[in-house]
């Protein structure tokens, strides 16, 4: 079945940089792109950008441009999310979620709490 | 691009239909037939109910029906079940991917 496991909760200083990792398995990982999508506290689902997983292109939400890097490693059939330059309103869960036809996504990850706090 | 526009919030009394609305403009919703929509419960991540306006994915009760009309794009549930109780986002792609705000779904 598809899974994709992300890695566990951060605590960065504002300023810094946070790197979460969302390892898939169940299907051909070069055959679908991946989202990355946040939820700050008690808010609503912010689309992040999305990777090829067959070609690495990318497309960025203009919010993030020069602040956020999406990346794969195919041999290990990981998607990285990078996100610099932290702010307090960064305060998120982060979710990597799987394409399921196109622009919608069929699975998700269980989800990384990073909290941006002096 | 602006968050498509959601009710905050409906209800109904289990086994009545509910319908979430969901207005975006000409250049998303009204552009392409990819609005997508999830359900999120507390501490949960969300699950992909409708996807291309108005098709369940496998696994997905027949209860949960979308359609569009224009710029909105509209989620039905019927039958309404306490387990339906959620919160529930519709998302459309527009050379970018922009959601609503969210609807809380109250199963009375």
């Known amino acids: 079945q598809v899974q994709l496991v992300q890695s566990g909760a951060e605590v960065k200083k504002p300023g810094a940089s946070v790197k979460v990792s969302c390892k898939a398995s169940?299907?051909?990982?070069?055959?679908?792109?991946i989202s990355w999508v946040r939820q700050a506290p008690g808010q609503g689902l912010e689309w992040m950008g999305w990777?090829?997983?067959?070609?690495?292109?990318?497309n960025y939400a203009q919010k993030l441009q020069g602040r956020v890097t999406m990346t794969t490693d195919t041999s290990t059939s990981t998607a990285y999310m990078e996100l610099r330059s932290l702010r307090s309103d960064d305060t998120a869960v982060y979710y990597c979620?799987?394409?399921?036809?196109?622009?919608?996504?069929?699975?998700w990850g269980q989800g990384t709490l990073v909290t941006v706090s002096s | 691009q602006s968050a498509l526009t959601q009710p905050a919030s409906v209800s109904g009394s289990p086994g009545q239909s509910i319908t979430i609305s969901c207005t975006g403009t000409?250049?998303?919703?009204?552009?392409?037939?990819?609005v997508s929509w999830y359900q999120q419960h507390p501490g949960k991540a969300p699950k992909l109910m409708i996807y291309?306006?108005?098709k369940r994915p496998s696994g997905v009760s027949n209860r949960f029906s979308g359609s569009k009309s224009g710029n909105t794009a509209s989620l039905t549930i019927s039958g309404l079940q306490a387990e339906d109780e959620a919160d529930y986002y519709c998302?459309?792609?527009?050379?970018?991917?922009?959601f609503g705000g969210g609807t809380k779904l109250t199963v009375l």
């Open positions: 979620a799987r394409d399921h036809s196109g622009y919608d996504f069929g699975y």
């Open positions: 169940g299907y051909t990982f070069t055959s679908y792109g």
């Open positions: 990777i090829s997983a067959y070609n690495g292109n990318t």
């Open positions: 000409s250049s998303d919703v009204g552009s392409y037939n990819l």
């Open positions: 291309e306006g108005s």
């Open positions: 998302c459309s792609y527009a050379g970018s991917v922009v």
